[in-house]
């Protein structure tokens, strides 16, 4: 089981992740929505496509866009399709 931990409260948990480029990607039905708030960055990576964003709120604590998420993908790149991945201080526990 891999978890993904932000102020002490599981965000995310499930044995489908996906590794990509050192990040498990979570199937976005593996992660709690309560703590996703939508945030309008977004970025670029040359072989994936355009990333959206989420920030995390748990218990009134906010780590901006903490969460990203590939909506529509390159052709490579879609088995990360509606997979959520993690940085910014969310520790993953594999």
Not at 27 to 32: C, G, K, S, T, Y
Not at 70 to 88: L, N
């Amino acid at each position: 089981m891999v978890r993904a931990i932000w102020n002490g409260k599981i965000i995310a948990e499930s044995e489908d992740t996906m590794m990509v480029e050192g990040n498990h990607y979570f199937p976005r039905e593996a992660v709690n929505p309560r703590y996703l708030k939508d945030s309008d960055m977004y970025s670029v990576c040359p072989w994936k496509g355009q990333a959206s964003y989420h920030t995390l709120e748990v218990d009134g604590q906010v780590n901006v866009d903490a969460a990203w998420f590939y909506s529509e993908p390159k052709k490579r790149a879609m088995p990360v399709k509606d997979r959520i991945a993690f940085w910014r201080g969310v520790t993953i526990e594999a």
